[in-house]
């Protein structure tokens, strides 16, 4: 079954470079450019979000892949990427993401990512023993299952550049890409389940999931005197609270941690978001090792 995985994401990312590189569609998001130029201020006074690009772009991938591929039927779970679909051979996932090189150039050099957008479990982060104590590290469980009535669930994200000045008022597009995220079993093949790079945000279990979970885990105030102070990165700078009395909500035989976080003191349970730099999915490998790009780039003008 890897073999085929590994030959069916080599199509796909092939089938959907040559859709969202081609002429139609790189005429598209122009029109989609010209409008937010023409209507810039109207979209400045407006639109409560600086990104004006991201709905336009959703709704033109959606567009293009509707009319270029046989639609079985769409993935019934909202716990999915913004358009998830079924197809004959798979469950295809496919994420848009816009970044505005105007003051976020450095987002371009990863894939940034939610759990309901990749299949696969990355070892911990920072796993250790806290005085004997167990903790787990920090983990990034994956919410998208792997196959989808018996067809492996692919993901994919399509990323649109661009540059927003906000101070001259003026808007134009840059480039877009493509990358193809692995599956689970490619993963763990491939990558020795080392494929994250680090995480971007973190969970924690605020008030009204504390309340549905038990009230132990309620955000504290203070410092509680059994609490072990530890670095979670090891790098000997104290950041982190270990609880020896409370085991952690979801991770079996593994202690609860605490951080302070907006003034209070609260459960750190798994990564928020996450990162794979985009350099560590460029180079892969098909059902006979041959190698093929995952990730794809093209300047719009």
């Known amino acids: 079954m890897i073999k085929e995985i590994k030959n069916i994401e080599k199509d796909y990312m092939d089938k959907i470079w040559t859709i969202v590189s081609s002429n139609d569609f790189i005429e598209d998001l122009k029109k989609i450019e010209f409008y937010i130029q023409k209507n810039y201020k109207f979209l400045?006074?407006?639109?409560?979000?600086?990104n004006k690009i991201k709905i336009g772009v959703e709704r033109l991938i959606r567009f293009h892949l509707y009319k270029n591929?046989?639609?079985i039927n769409v993935y019934p779970s909202p716990?999915?990427?913004?358009?998830?679909?079924?197809l004959y051979d798979i469950l295809l996932n496919i994420?848009?993401?816009?970044?505005?090189?105007n003051g976020n150039s450095g987002d371009d050099t990863a894939i940034h990512f939610q759990k309901n957008q990749i299949?696969?479990?990355?070892?911990?982060?920072?796993k250790q023993k806290v005085k004997g104590y167990q903790f787990a590290g920090i983990t990034f469980p994956a919410r998208l299952e792997s196959f989808y009535r018996e067809k492996p669930v692919l993901t994919f994200f399509v990323t649109v550049n661009y540059k927003d000045d906000a101070s001259l008022k003026t808007f134009s597009l840059s480039h877009l890409s493509l990358c193809c995220v692995p599956h689970d079993l490619?993963?763990?093949e491939d990558y020795d389940n080392k494929i994250i790079s680090n995480f971007k945000t973190h969970q924690y279990i605020g008030k009204a999931k504390a309340e549905t979970i038990g009230r132990l885990y309620l955000?504290?105030?203070?410092?509680?005197?059994?609490?072990?102070?530890f670095s979670i990165k090891g790098t000997g700078t104290e950041d982190a609270y270990l609880d020896p009395s409370l085991d952690h909500p979801f991770i079996p035989?593994?202690?609860?941690?605490?951080?302070k976080i907006g003034g209070k003191y609260s459960i750190l349970t798994y990564g928020g978001s996450a990162r794979i730099d985009k350099n560590n999915i460029t180079t892969r490998l098909d059902s006979k090792n041959k190698t093929w790009i995952g990730f794809r780039q093209k300047y719009i003008y």
């Open 44 to 50: 400045d006074e407006n639109w409560d979000e600086k």
């Open 79 to 86: 716990v999915s990427s913004d358009m998830a679909i079924e």
């Open 119 to 126: 299949t696969f479990n990355n070892e911990a982060f920072f």
């Open 219 to 229: 955000p504290k105030n203070n410092i509680v005197t059994n609490w072990i102070p």
């Open 253 to 259: 035989k593994s202690k609860s941690v605490w951080k």
């Open 95 to 101: 994420d848009a993401k816009t970044i505005d090189m």
């Open 186 to 188: 490619i993963v763990k």
């Open 69 to 71: 591929f046989k639609v």
